[in-house]
């Protein structure tokens, strides 16, 4: 690389910087591709992202739910050092990722690569917001007064695309990744979130004296 090439790649990288985008952000966030939908599966991405129930924590007990959001909280805390915040995000994430058939923990490290956590990055094709949704998704599947930024819509989508996709792709996380980031049969992306997951966000809930032993038990809200 020569002299100007690096000075323009500095230049960029301090006006990422400046603008709260980050350049992993820029570099990595998602271009899901537009393609025809049956009138099936847009009915029901249509019912999914129309739900307007308020986001809470699911788990089988209270103290789980509390564990969770304590762990996670901590290791978000220097992203996003506003407490209230950071724990609508999370409870958000775990609401959204938990009713789409996801796991909240691998929500996050999606999240992540995409945005850095953060709630106005924008790509450099227009994807936006904490998971970089498409805007053509609004208009396929959503309302047009419905805003990509903010934070439960962004979720509420992002989840219900990424289920989309795995869907198509028979449960094959790897796959659905890079048709989320408009980037199938490419593996860099699918490790980055695969690595985020497990590096940063994987977790083991404790055992609480009274929790059922049975991890088929169905879940409550908390």
Not at 76 to 93: F, G, H, M, N, Q
Not at 152 to 169: F, P
């Amino acid at each position: 690389m020569n002299t100007p090439d690096i000075v323009n790649k500095i230049i960029l990288v301090a006006l990422f910087t400046f603008l709260g985008i980050g350049f992993q952000a820029v570099s990595f966030a998602g271009s899901q591709k537009e393609e025809p939908l049956s009138n099936s599966v847009r009915a029901m991405m249509q019912r999914s992202v129309s739900d307007k129930a308020a986001p809470k924590l699911v788990f089988t007990t209270p103290q789980e739910g509390q564990a969770w959001m304590r762990e996670m909280s901590n290791r978000l805390k220097k992203r996003i050092p506003d407490e209230a915040y950071r724990e609508d995000l999370l409870r958000t994430v775990h609401y959204e990722a938990t009713r789409a058939g996801l796991d909240p923990q691998m929500v996050l490290g999606l999240i992540q690569v995409e945005s850095g956590f953060k709630k106005y990055a924008v790509s450099s094709v227009g994807a936006r917001g904490f998971m970089q949704v498409m805007p053509f998704w609004v208009r396929s599947i959503g309302a047009k007064d419905q805003n990509l930024f903010h934070l439960r819509i962004n979720l509420r989508y992002g989840c219900t695309i990424l289920r989309h996709y795995l869907d198509i792709e028979h449960g094959d996380i790897y796959r659905a990744l890079g048709r989320y980031n408009g980037s199938l049969g490419q593996p860099q992306y699918p490790n980055m979130v695969l690595g985020a997951w497990r590096k940063n966000w994987g977790y083991s809930p404790p055992i609480f004296e009274g929790s059922p032993k049975n991890l088929d038990s169905a879940p409550r809200a908390i």
